[in-house]
């Protein structure tokens, strides 16, 4: 039976898009200090090349010859796990609080249970008998099958909830299906006992003393665990003491949100406007930036004084 198109068709064009040329500047590297509390960017520097320590020195350098200017003493520090600023900092500015961002340690640890999570996922699944094809006829070969479900089952159900082993506070109903689904197997358990002991170290109701008690603690009772010891190796590391010193200090961040919301910023700028490429370009939108966000107060009482007096 012939059917007739009603769509009408049209040959292809022989035209192409131009692609738009790439910029031949490098890729720019802006450095930024942030203050904490109000989330406001007070100096940067863009690089053309990746930062070096005598890069990150010369920047420390004219942050604090700013702070002096102003009569000014800063009180302390938060940066990310970088090898960068350790010793610049203590070159320039002596022995101020140094607090790495808390959200990038926590971001390894998670990835690191998860990981483990899939690594025991991946070993229920190949655990799993191997059936011939067609139906089971023996009595051996069902129950095989449906041990195969079981454990498909299983599987399924911690990839779908995964997200219960690492989530910082869990409802009773998650904690219902967590035991659940971590029945018979005690590494699931132990798994999200200490993601619990790692987020009970970054309480901000304890000091740092408490904390690193604490810390001593989880890591002889990671030494017991030979696998999961190399899975989170990150509890191990030298600096991660640095990430307790919010703990005494109420107006330090522990977080270092503050500039990777600049950064993304700077990302989407650069994403959503091509011309923003070159180093020059970068600078002069970042100082733009900086201008409106010392004028945003002036900008939002203007603007309230506007609303009040119109509803007069």
């Not at 619990?196 to 309480?203: P, Q, T």
């Not at 989407?268 to 490429?277: F, P």
Request: glycine residues 6%.
């Amino acid at each position: 039976m012939n059917r007739t198109c009603n769509r009408r068709c049209f040959p292809k064009s022989g035209l192409k898009r131009e692609k738009r040329p790439r910029s031949p500047e490098k890729p720019h590297n802006p450095r930024h200090w942030c203050d904490c509390t109000p989330f406001k960017r007070l100096i940067y520097q863009v690089l053309d090349h990746d930062p070096a320590h005598r890069d990150i020195e010369a920047f420390f350098r004219r942050f604090d010859a700013s702070l002096k200017a102003r009569g000014l003493v800063l009180q302390g520090i938060t940066t990310d796990g970088s090898a960068l600023y350790p010793e610049p900092i203590a070159t320039v500015f002596g022995a101020v609080p140094h607090q790495v961002c808390t959200f990038h340690v926590l971001k390894e640890v998670t990835k690191a249970v998860l990981s483990a999570v899939a690594k025991l996922r991946k070993g229920l699944a190949a655990g799993a008998p191997k059936l011939p094809r067609g139906r089971p006829a023996s009595k051996a070969a069902r129950l095989a099958a449906r041990r195969k479900k079981r454990i498909e089952r299983k599987v399924g159900e911690l990839f779908e909830h995964r997200y219960l082993f690492v989530r910082r506070r869990l409802s009773p109903s998650e904690r219902a299906t967590l035991g659940r689904i971590s029945r018979g197997q005690p590494q699931l358990r132990a798994l999200r006992g200490l993601m619990e002991e790692v987020y009970r170290l970054f309480d901000r109701r304890c000091r740092s003393a408490t904390a690193l008690v604490k810390l001593a603690r989880l890591r002889a009772r990671l030494r017991r665990f030979g696998r999961l010891r190399t899975v989170l190796k990150k509890l191990f590391a030298p600096g991660l003491e640095k990430a307790l010193v919010f703990l005494d200090e109420k107006m330090l961040g522990a977080t270092s949100n503050a500039v990777e919301r600049g950064n993304r910023r700077y990302r989407k700028m650069q994403k959503t406007v091509y011309r923003v490429r070159t180093r020059r370009a970068i600078e002069v939108r970042l100082a733009l930036d900086l201008l409106r966000e010392r004028q945003a107060r002036g900008r939002a009482e203007t603007t309230n004084t506007l609303h009040r007096a119109r509803a007069a």
